[in-house]
């Protein structure tokens, strides 16, 4: 099992800028792809970006050119760049590590206001 903890939400201005952060136990973060969500309140949870163990990364259509998603293998960490947000932005954001791990963060708010 792995343990997830989100960390660098807040509340920021629409146009702003946040730093999401995913710190991950144990030494097996090196081989697994890391996703970030987000659910915003009364809508369905939704997959924000994607990142493999080789890097390579995958974004929602509503976030592309806006979110970068980048990891740290050596301090097991993956990270979510976000930059222009909008007032839709407004969610709270999960980090996940799916199968074989399927572990969930507790989640990071993150609050965008016009």
């Known amino acids: 099992q792995v343990q997830l903890v989100e960390s660098g939400g807040g509340l920021v201005r629409a146009g702003g800028s946040l730093r999401l952060s995913c710190a991950a136990s144990?030494?097996?973060?090196?081989?697994?792809?890391m996703h970030w969500y987000r659910q915003a309140p009364g809508k369905q949870r939704e997959l924000v970006a994607a990142?493999?163990?080789?890097?390579?990364?995958t974004y929602a259509d509503s976030v592309k050119g806006r979110f970068t998603i980048s990891r740290d293998n050596a301090k097991n960490t993956v990270y979510l760049q976000m930059n222009s947000l909008k007032p839709e932005d407004t969610a709270v954001y999960y980090c996940?590590?799916?199968?074989?791990?399927?572990?969930w963060g507790q989640g990071t708010q993150v609050t965008v206001s016009s």
């Open positions: 996940y590590a799916p199968f074989p791990y399927d572990s």
């Open positions: 144990g030494s097996i973060f090196s081989i697994n792809a």
């Open positions: 990142i493999t163990s080789g890097g390579s990364t």
